[in-house]
């Protein structure tokens, strides 16, 4: 068995499939994406999730509607259909780092071809990046460790490997024997549904627990390092990621566990000094009351901000950058500047 | 609307009903608990629970037991049925407490009416115990602060002001205003289903948040303080209780917020040294699989162990026992030594 991919993406015809995701394990059911709408719906109600693939996602889905646009009206429409995409979920900042790589090349007077280069671009680019993640993470995960993860930085997120698990797909590949702990992610139970189904779905060991459980695993022992995703690395180190990262850190910091985060170079943002400047996503109550609890108020925040100092250090596609290492994030830093 | 009590007993007919607590807050049902194997079916499986509970309802049903065993074989058989009670729920002190003190009056040579006479005692001194807690933990909700607490240390869990929430109830009736926050507590959700409804019920502020939005909440300076009940408290002063407790304990240490335990005196064990030496329940995979996840593995601890130097102080019948203090647990001790 294999993880089917999150994305399909049909050159000849220019169409756009989007793996179903909030149906997951249970159904593997593919969108149709053939227009603005459907894909601002798919990444709002998080059919598509995960940072990377939002952004091949919204670039794909960026080409499907610059195909219906009449010519004389292209450059005006475009631009506003961009505006509206990255609007469906503001916190990504690949979303906006995608679309915005697609809009230079539009107004640069590139036509449909040349958007259509520009999209698949970034998608061979996030497939290298996910191997050169796993080529810097892979050395981490030594021959018998456990390894605790939250939420779904996996091939469902991305386009291949993963970020977070992109370490574990490379060592499992090479034979290491390790064990995965998938924390289950409430409320959206990203873990139990998809991290741990693709995980086993490669065949690694792995054990789903609920987000409460994390500390007394760790009190015993039991977990050797923490490897999470983000969905945005601000200038000074600070990661957002998932609600519940932010907990897993300090318990980190307490129990003297290394606590990694795995990404893409895209997912730095220099423009953001720190993550107390990031707007959080607030969500639904409905998402945390459920069918079980009792009719009250709830307060359900989609991601906190985990500071640069509860970070040993960003798995990325420019190697393992060492926060206790002198500006540990100035090769991305460099690497953004050339935009 | 009141909080509906989770224990009914009928002192004329000696009957025995419990709120059955696995439906709330949807639906409210009583069991009719005719036998022991039906009391010990209600405690295994949570349709009564919460540590003082457990133990009052185990009275209650011993006292329904005895009274259907013919005499001349009560004393072997209401001692088996003792040792099969406590089985039900190994975990929680207060039901092998609540057993053996029936057991004594029985082989003192007390007949159904002494032993009726013990367990109307036992939930009696609840009550009072309750208010008691309640009364050394007041002085803790300052006007305008806001607790976080976990799981259901409630009304339901005991007799009528519950544990972590008595100072909450004592304070709300002396028309403090404050605001509480209720973590859901996975995989079992009392938090939403029980602590969120009985908190509400009562009129008091409550929202209710995932447990993972507990740091991020922490660290935006909205939680003053946390309260939690615990199961046991080992003569080490090491505090178990649901599993995620050990997960706040140390945010609280790391963000600077005070972690207290609320709790009967009867929760104190001075014959486990440590919390080491406490086997911890673990239960079906199910419930944390549930309907939605992966079909994996799952590893789901009913409890975890918060060390005593984690906690700011016990909240007790007998007054606020702050662990900063020299042998803060010295008045527990010599109580217990009384039996």
């Given at each position: 068995m294999r993880v089917p991919p999150a994305i399909l993406w049909d050159s000849a015809t220019l169409s756009l499939k989007l793996l179903d995701q909030r149906l997951l394990p249970h159904e593997q059911t593919y969108l149709d994406i053939t227009n603005l709408q459907e894909a601002c719906a798919a990444i709002a109600t998080l059919a598509v999730r995960g940072a990377p693939a939002i952004g091949i996602a919204a670039a794909y889905a960026l080409v499907v509607c610059a195909r219906s646009l009449p010519e004389q009206t292209a450059t005006t429409d475009l631009t506003d259909l961009a505006s509206q995409l990255k609007a469906a979920r503001p916190t990504a900042v690949n979303l906006a780092w995608a679309v915005d790589r697609l809009l230079k090349v539009h107004q640069a007077g590139g036509g449909l071809d040349a958007l259509h280069r520009e999209a698949r671009a970034i998608h061979d680019e996030d497939r290298a990046i996910c191997r050169a993640i796993g080529a810097a993470g892979a050395p981490l995960i030594k021959p018998g460790v456990s390894v605790l993860t939250h939420c779904n930085a996996g091939a469902l997120a991305v386009s291949e490997l993963g970020t977070a698990t992109a370490p574990l797909y490379l060592s499992h590949q090479a034979g290491i024997p390790f064990r995965v702990y998938a924390d289950e992610t409430r409320p959206l139970l990203q873990g139990a549904r998809l991290t741990a189904w693709e995980l086993q779905a490669a065949g690694i060991d792995v054990t789903l627990i609920c987000d409460n459980a994390a500390a007394a695993l760790m009190a015993s022992g039991e977990i050797d390092l923490v490897i999470v995703g983000t969905d945005r690395v601000t200038r000074n180190g600070d990661v957002v990621n998932k609600i519940g990262t932010l907990n897993l850190a300090v318990l980190c910091r307490h129990f003297g566990i290394p606590f990694y985060v795995a990404c893409p170079s895209s997912t730095f943002d220099p423009h953001t000094a720190t993550g107390a400047d990031v707007t959080i996503e607030h969500r639904a109550a409905q998402e945390v009351l459920g069918e079980q609890a009792a009719r009250v108020k709830a307060h359900n925040p989609a991601f906190d901000v985990t500071p640069a100092?509860?970070?040993?250090g960003l798995i990325t596609d420019r190697g393992l950058l060492d926060y206790s290492s002198d500006h540990p994030l100035l090769p991305l830093l460099e690497d953004q500047q050339q935009y």
């Open positions: 100092e509860l970070v040993s």
